[in-house]
């Protein structure tokens, strides 16, 4: 079956880099577009990253724009989220998603994995 | 950006009852691109319709979508205890994706 498992969460300073991890399986990764999703304690689903299936087509949200890459390596078939100059509204459960193609819609997410950034 | 805003923000109801939860758009969403999902406590999401009105894999009936927009519903026909869970609709368009806020759905 479909199975998405994050990892690479931590407890991070204000300022500092952290990379998460996604390995994906029982599916062609190399076929599907991928995405990041987060969210907040106690708060609501916040997307953001989406990469294309071939990672030549990337978009992010404008919160974690300059700051965020999302890249993904077909011949392992995980996905990648590098964050950098992190700041504590970064905070949150980090999910890791499969798009369901052509619907704009997140068809499969991985448990997450925590990031928290804190002095 | 389009926002969604999601009503009533808790919707308390007994087993059986039917759920109708709103989702309304800043401006137009294309039908083909507004979704539903559900989470439950300690959990990760789950798609549960997507282009407005399709339901996903493994969806029971009980739960349909409808809308077209800026005014969507997903309706629960007849709850389960199980259905307890918060429920949030999302967009994709231009380049970017938004969810509303969520309405938490209590089973008295």
């Known amino acids: 079956q479909v199975q998405l498992v994050e990892s690479g969460g931590g407890v991070v300073q204000p300022g500092g880099s952290l990379r998460l991890s996604c390995a994906a399986s029982?599916?062609?990764?190399?076929?599907?577009?991928m995405h990041w999703v987060r969210q907040a304690p106690g708060k609501g689903l916040e997307w953001v990253a989406f990469?294309?299936?071939?990672?030549?087509?990337?978009f992010y949200a404008d919160s974690v724009k300059g700051r965020f890459t999302i890249s993904r390596d077909n011949s392992k078939n995980t996905l990648y989220l590098q964050m950098n100059s992190l700041r504590a509204e970064d905070t949150a459960v980090y999910y890791c998603a499969k798009d369901r193609t052509g619907s704009g819609a997140f068809e499969v997410w991985g448990q997450g994995t925590m990031v928290t950034v804190s002095s | 950006e389009i926002v969604l805003t999601q009503s009533p923000g808790t919707l308390s109801l007994s087993p059986g009852e039917r759920a109708t939860l709103s989702c309304r758009a800043s401006q137009s969403v294309s039908s083909s691109y507004l979704a539903w999902y559900q989470q439950k406590p300690g959990q990760a999401p789950r798609l549960l319709i997507y282009g407005a009105s399709s339901r996903a894999t493994g969806i029971p009936d009980r739960f349909s979508g409808s809308g077209s927009g800026t005014d969507f519903t997903l309706t629960i026909s007849r709850l389960e205890p199980e259905d307890i869970a918060v429920y949030y609709c999302?967009?994709?368009?231009?380049?970017?994706?938004?969810f509303g806020q969520g309405t938490k759905l209590e089973i008295k």
């Open positions: 990469v294309w299936y071939d990672g030549n087509t990337i």
């Open positions: 999302q967009q994709y368009g231009s380049s970017s994706y938004t």
């Open positions: 029982g599916f062609t990764f190399s076929s599907y577009g």
